[in-house]
């Protein structure tokens, strides 16, 4: 980490620390949006830093945007921050502007299911789209959604305006809003993609990506607190982190945690360099996703009862990291594409690849 994103850590993690608290995050839970939350980050040009013709922008580059997500997982900030980072950023890849306000990702993955279920039309100069987009996340504030659909065999990417369409409240494990928007012959924007992810939609692979940042946040705040705890908690006269077992499940847990940072920074510092960085950034979810398993286990097992309270900040986290390792594609989906991409370079490229990556 260099010095401007040191600035920008401590920058974030000050904003976080003085507007985000246990009321904000009971409101969220009950419903209630922080129209001050969002645009307390927005004016520090935090919600579309990777587009230089925004004015806020800070020309951010992936790394910068690493240390900003990081620390929404962190604080398990109620916002869509990530969404409207990764939608203005595919947007402005494509030519499209990005409209105000919140942004969301619909996750379309290329099953004939998906495929059928949002249907996209071309009618003279408008493009239409009709179905159901399930599970958006943050789908009752987005301004408009972003989507990558396949139209006469050619991937196109989609800016659809939330304004107009019918919308169906939902929630993950987490208590993050995740609602059904229904598309009624909608009037879209629309641009052919001028770079395929493959087998995985860009979608797909930048919001994978941007969860494996929140989940490394999230365990970084998980493994902070049980520490923490271990030190506190007296048992037989001693805190319960002097004891062995409690001390390897401590040492398993800050290995974990280390595991899923390296991973991520590595899928990261790809996208940075540019390129094709699927490989790194399915190996980078297959590896959070089985840190967060490692993190939620250790981590109540430590704190016992108490973590499993509603009173106790740890299930902010917790509850985060079950439903973030699904999101986006859960570690079975990545193995697949992992062992696939395996599969094409063969025998005379496998080493190469794996020595270069």
Same mark, same amino acid.
């Given at each position: ?43 520090? &040009? ?24 990081? !620390? ?12 409207? #980072? ?44 009709? &179905? ?24 196109? =990417?989609? %800016? ?32 052919? %993609?001028?770079?395929? +992810? ?38 037989? &006269?001693?805190?319960? *982190?002097?004891?062995? +077992?409690?001390?390897?499940?401590? !040492? #398993? ?21 540019? *390129? ?9 979810? =297959? ?8 993190? #939620? ?16 900040? %740890? ?27 395996? %599969? ?14």
């Amino acid at each position: 980490m260099n010095e401007m994103q040191m600035m920008l850590e401590q920058m974030v993690e000050r904003f976080f620390a003085e507007e985000l608290d246990s009321t904000t995050q009971a409101s969220s839970q009950a419903g209630h949006f922080s129209q001050d939350l969002w645009r307390g980050i927005d004016e520090l &040009g935090l919600t579309r830093p990777l587009v230089p013709s925004e004015p806020a922008a800070l020309g951010a580059s992936w790394l910068d945007v690493l240390v900003v997500l990081r !620390a929404t997982g962190r604080h398990a900030a109620p916002l869509p921050l990530a969404e409207t #980072i990764i939608a203005s950023w595919l947007l402005g890849s494509a030519g499209l502007d990005a409209p105000e306000g919140p942004l969301t990702l619909v996750d379309v993955d290329n099953s004939a299911a998906d495929r059928e279920q949002l249907r996209l039309e071309s009618r003279g100069e408008d493009w239409r789209l009709s &179905g159901k987009a399930s599970r958006v996340p943050w789908g009752r504030v987005a301004t408009a959604a972003v989507l990558v659909v396949t139209h006469e065999g050619q991937q196109r =990417i989609v %800016l659809a305006p939330r304004a107009g369409t019918e919308v169906t409240n939902g929630r993950n494990l987490a208590g993050e809003w995740r609602d059904d928007l229904v598309f009624r012959d909608h009037l879209v924007k629309t641009t052919p %993609l001028l770079q395929s +992810a493959g087998r995985v939609s860009p979608v797909r692979l930048m919001g994978g990506l941007a969860r494996c940042a929140q989940i490394t946040g999230a365990l970084d705040r998980v493994l902070e607190s049980t520490v923490r705890y271990a030190n506190e908690r007296r048992q037989f &006269g001693q805190p319960i *982190g002097k004891f062995q +077992a409690v001390q390897h499940n401590l !040492a #398993i847990l800050a290995g974990e945690v280390a595991a899923c940072g390296v991973a991520t920074e590595a899928a990261f510092s790809a996208m940075q360099a540019g *390129g094709d960085a699927s490989f790194l950034v399915a190996v980078a979810k =297959i590896r959070a996703g089985s840190a967060a398993a490692q993190g #939620i286990a250790i981590g109540h097992q430590v704190h016992g009862a108490i973590g499993f309270t509603l009173e106790h900040p %740890l299930q902010l986290s917790t509850r985060r990291l079950m439903s973030w390792r699904a999101e986006f594609g859960a570690e079975r989906h990545w193995a697949l594409q992992v062992g696939q991409q395996v %599969l094409d370079w063969g025998t005379e490229g496998f080493w190469p690849q794996i020595a270069a990556h």
